[in-house]
């Protein structure tokens, strides 16, 4: 038989684990970079020090892959196989995450023994899988899919910022976007004078992008509503953004915003579980072609800016125009971003739209 001394390792031969004498500090710094909620959720079962430290971190991503219903099982999980639902956000608070939480079952709580900060539930929320994430600062949440249904090769992108009700709210489409430009396209841009087309008018072009902007501001509206509970669960919160998988939308709410929504009440929709979009005024571009970087084209391309009325008058002056303008500009990449640069040069053309 083996001595004993070479079946179980002698505790003098151990070496003192570095790990330990990183400051705790240094420790979140890391875990901010992993941002990721299930990752965090898998580093929390890891040891002792580390269950502790998770619920400090700072930077917390929350993707959201797939959601069931309450009634439904995960074989009614939403998939790419599957129609997308149009009116998504609509019923989300009668949706839940299924497989979110999983990392988060052995996340145990510091001052409650054994008792787990993520109990075994049927039905878990966002504000759920965040609520024991106790100095938050910058949250990312990103859903499965955009909210507005599309036709095929349409494009559509849209970037909201909230405070308590509305503040900005910037929308790029086109009726068609391709690597390959039209020549003929392209010689039409040529004689384009800057203003739109009679046929805008009549061939359904202005109806569509009415249908655009309303969709789009609802789909805003509605996720803003549903962010109550976590922006009231988590007062260190500084940013706050709300995306989807497709890059349709986007949310944003800055330091300012979110002081501004726990001071005010927010308006909520007589209609639906949303904050209620108030009376606003309307900048319309509109460019028959645009020939953007990287050998990209885009055809009826639009771009309409949407501030609050009470806001577009005096109010703020000259810096309240300037970062509206700010705010159109920076608010999409590449060249999404080419593409408002050359429609802000275009001729505007001023609407009112009645709040909703």
Excluded at 199 to 220: D, E
């Amino acid at each position: 038989m083996q001595s004993k001394s070479r079946i179980h390792a002698d505790p003098s031969l151990y070496e003192p684990d570095l790990f330990d004498q990183i400051p705790d500090s240094i420790v979140l710094l890391i875990l901010n970079k992993v941002a990721d909620v299930r990752s965090l959720g898998r580093c929390s079962a890891v040891s002792k020090r580390f269950n502790t430290l998770i619920p400090l971190v700072h930077d917390v991503y929350v993707k959201i892959d797939r959601v069931v219903t309450v009634d439904g099982d995960p074989d009614d999980t939403l998939n790419p196989s599957v129609p997308k639902p149009r009116n998504l956000f609509s019923h989300f608070l009668k949706l839940m995450l299924f497989t979110l939480l999983k990392p988060f079952h052995n996340l145990r709580n510091t001052n409650g023994g054994n008792r787990t900060l993520f109990p075994q539930l049927s039905q878990h929320s966002p504000a759920q899988v965040l609520k024991n994430f106790t100095h938050v600062r910058n949250l990312r949440i990103e859903l499965p899919a955009g909210d507005v249904g599309t036709e095929e090769g349409v494009l559509l992108k849209w970037r909201a910022e909230f405070g308590s009700t509305l503040h900005n709210c910037v929308i790029l489409g086109g009726t068609r976007i391709d690597r390959r430009p039209a020549s003929s396209d392209q010689e039409a841009s040529l004689d384009d004078n800057g203003s739109i087309p009679e046929s805008f008018y009549t061939n359904g072009g202005l109806k569509l992008r009415v249908v655009w902007t309303i969709s789009s501001l609802i789909a805003a509206s509605t996720r803003h509503y549903l962010l109550r509970p976590i922006i009231k669960d988590h007062p260190t919160l500084r940013s706050l953004v709300l995306t989807d998988a497709d890059g349709q939308g986007t949310l944003v709410m800055g330091a300012e915003q979110l002081k501004e929504f726990r001071e005010k009440p927010v308006a909520a929709s007589a209609s639906s579980n949303r904050t209620q979009v108030p009376a606003s005024n309307m900048k319309l571009r509109y460019a028959p072609y645009l020939e953007l970087p990287n050998g990209m084209g885009m055809q009826g391309a639009t771009l309409v800016a949407i501030k609050p009325s009470y806001e577009s008058g005096n109010v703020g002056g000259g810096s309240s125009r300037k970062d509206a303008e700010a705010f159109v500009c920076g608010a999409f990449d590449g060249p999404f971003r080419a593409a408002v640069k050359a429609l802000v040069k275009r001729r505007t053309y001023l609407l009112e739209m009645n709040g909703f």
